[in-house]
């Protein structure tokens, strides 16, 4: 695996936003799949949150990916 080939660098990642109002320092949304994660009908599924250095099978170059 490229090391270059991590979240920050992903044309699904979000930078420097969360699903609440409490945004982490070198972390974001991976919007490659829905929102996940809905315990009750009326709330609202969550995006996963990971780390800017973080990677996964899906990456996909955002320099590639417009
Ligand atoms: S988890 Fe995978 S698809 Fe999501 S932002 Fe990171 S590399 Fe991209």
Same mark, same amino acid.
């Given at each position: 695996?490229?090391?270059?080939?991590?979240?920050? /660098?992903? @044309?699904?990642?979000?930078?420097? =936003?969360?699903?609440?109002?409490?945004?982490?320092?070198?972390?974001?949304?991976? !919007?490659?799949?829905?929102?996940?994660?809905?315990?009750? /009908?009326? @709330?609202?599924?969550?995006?996963? =949150?990971?780390?800017?250095?973080?990677?996964?099978?899906?990456?996909?170059?955002? !320099?590639?990916?417009?």
């Amino acid at each position: 695996m490229s090391s270059n080939a991590t979240c920050n /660098a992903c @044309a699904f990642y979000e930078n420097h =936003v969360a699903n609440t109002q409490k945004v982490s320092e070198n972390a974001g949304l991976c !919007r490659f799949n829905p929102p996940v994660t809905q315990p009750e /009908a009326n @709330a609202r599924g969550l995006w996963p =949150v990971v780390s800017a250095t973080d990677w996964c099978g899906h990456f996909a170059d955002e !320099r590639k990916a417009a």
